[in-house]
């Protein structure tokens, strides 16, 4: 059974920062891809970031410069490192992993990240 908590997300100030972590269970990060999504209210959910299974990286292109996406293989956890933060980056963040042999994707519950102005 695949389970991936994240946690990090809260209440910052405009120009702050907040790390989010995603920890996997049930599932190798390594080997698979990753990423994290957000959803704004009232939006659709859209990438953020993303790191392959070779470890290349992409971002969306309004967090590029911000935001860093890293994972910790020894630990299985999935880190969103995002500073300079934005009250458009407000939204509730998704962890997700794809798994390579199946192409089958796996969810996080969200965590919800509010930046104010």
């Known amino acids: 059974q695949v389970q991936l908590v994240e946690s990090g997300g809260g209440l910052v100030q405009a120009g702050g920062s907040l790390r989010l972590s995603c920890t996997a269970s049930?599932?190798?990060?390594?080997?698979?891809?990753a990423g994290w999504y957000r959803q704004a209210p009232g939006k659709q959910r859209e990438l953020v970031a993303t790191?392959?299974?070779?470890?290349?990286?992409n971002y969306a292109d309004s967090v590029k410069g911000r935001f860093t996406i890293s994972r910790d293989t020894a630990k299985n956890t999935l880190y969103l490192q995002m500073n300079s933060l934005k009250p458009e980056d407000t939204a509730v963040y998704y962890c997700?992993?794809?798994?390579?042999?199946?192409?089958?994707?796996?969810w996080g519950q969200g965590t919800q990240v509010i930046v104010s102005s």
């Open positions: 997700n992993v794809r798994r390579f042999s199946t192409w089958s994707n796996y």
């Open positions: 049930g599932i190798r990060l390594s080997g698979n891809a």
């Open positions: 790191v392959s299974r070779d470890g290349s990286t």
